[in-house]
């Protein structure tokens, strides 16, 4: 369709999603071990649908909310970001979202003019790079470096400023590798910032599942970078609630009207029986988070173990946090590219991943692994993975 009048130039630069394909492609086969969405198999905790149900029986749930949210619940998020993530927060600053990927699309559509050019991390995570796309910006992606447990290169970050850069966008921990980007390169970024005045933009969506000797830092903790940061979060991968499609970010009480000008058009509000249930996952315990962290701890460990069984196939890097893993692919099997050879995989081995080029050009020769499944689920996989290689 590439020369279809009718469709615009910026979606047409958008290539199809990668991980979408795969999905469709492995419902085309039976009993497929399924290590390619980074879609949580737990449920909902029971206090969270319980509170979503009574409000919907209360009959709270039929009509819009204000479109930056429940007051109260943006009072629990402001409790939140002051507790757990040392950023100043007031619910001026806050806007609940649908999911952070609304929120975030809001945010780039709020600052990106057309031309506007966004440094991204490569490999980072594909939506990012869309989201840029549909502002009409260009995404200016910068390698991480992968000896370095895909570290950010910041020497390459201050190179690929320009006079048209505006933003700063990353995600950490980070989909695809499991990266958990350190406090002391976070300053160094926020210097970064500061020093040529760019917006920063993050993504927080794993912050709570980080392991070993990592620790989560909020860039929007730095009392400088109040007016340069809009910081994204969600309930979906904490609280197993990626169904539910609820969020929020943080910003500047100045910026707030702005982005809710991009918002409205995309959302009007986030939807209000999922707003009660976040209210909820906030209010009650947090024994779910630390379970959910335990569980994904083990699993980590599990598939690096078998990881190592191929250690002829695969090489990587462990990662600090998220749920996910990027081994690069020592042996394509006489394929050029990581697309050839997940698909190959599915077909032959029954085993669904998603290829790196789905993520940056530096992600190509890589696959990406989802560990939010159950062990025995990747059991199984690897059990395929060993058998079709060997």
């Not at 315990?285 to 699993?299: G, N, P």
């Not at 394509?332 to 599915?346: I, V, W």
């Amino acid at each position: 369709m590439k020369d279809d009048k009718r469709i615009s130039n910026r979606v047409m630069q958008i290539q199809k999603s990668a991980i979408h394909e795969m999905t469709r492609l492995s419902k085309e086969i039976e009993d497929v071990a399924f290590l390619s969405w980074a879609k949580p198999t737990s449920d909902t905790p029971e206090h969270i649908k319980e509170a979503a149900i009574a409000a919907i029986e209360s009959g709270l749930v039929g009509g819009y909310s204000e479109t930056s949210g429940l007051l109260q619940l943006r009072t629990e998020i402001v409790k939140k970001l002051n507790r757990d993530n040392n950023v100043d927060a007031n619910v001026a600053r806050i806007l609940v979202t649908v999911g952070a990927i609304e929120g975030l699309s809001a945010a780039v559509m709020a600052l990106i003019d057309p031309g506007d050019e966004v440094i991204l991390p490569s490999p980072t995570y594909s939506t990012h790079i869309r989201q840029v796309i549909i502002a009409s910006g260009k995404p200016i992606l910068v390698p991480l470096i992968e000896e370095d447990q895909f570290a950010l290169n910041i020497e390459g970050i201050k190179r690929a400023i320009t006079p048209r850069t505006k933003a700063i966008m990353y995600c950490s921990p980070s989909n695809p590798t499991g990266t958990v980007f350190s406090e002391e390169q976070l300053r160094q970024l926020a210097k970064i910032a500061l020093e040529h005045n760019l917006m920063v933009v993050t993504d927080e969506a794993y912050e709570y599942f980080v392991y070993d000797e990592h620790k989560h830092f909020s860039i929007a903790s730095i009392p400088e970078m109040r007016k340069n940061v809009v910081s994204c979060y969600t309930f979906t991968k904490t609280y197993a609630m990626t169904g539910w499609r609820i969020g929020y970010l943080h910003a500047d009480e100045e910026l707030i009207p702005q982005i809710t000008k991009a918002h409205i058009p995309f959302a009007i509000c986030a939807p209000v029986v999922s707003q009660y249930a976040a209210l909820a996952a906030l209010r009650g315990s947090q024994d779910c988070v630390t379970k959910f962290r335990q569980h994904y701890l083990s699993a980590r460990n599990l598939m690096c173990e078998r990881l190592d069984n191929l250690n002829s196939v695969f090489e990587y890097q462990k990662p600090g946090g998220s749920y996910l893993m990027f081994p690069r692919i020592l042996a394509l099997e006489g394929r050029t590219d990581s697309t050839g050879f997940c698909k190959n995989l599915l077909r032959e081995a029954r085993v669904s991943t998603t290829p790196g080029i789905a993520f940056g050009p530096t992600g190509e020769g890589h696959l990406r692994l989802s560990f939010c499944v159950s062990e025995e689920m990747i059991n199984k996989a690897f059990d395929r993975m060993e058998a079709y290689f060997s």
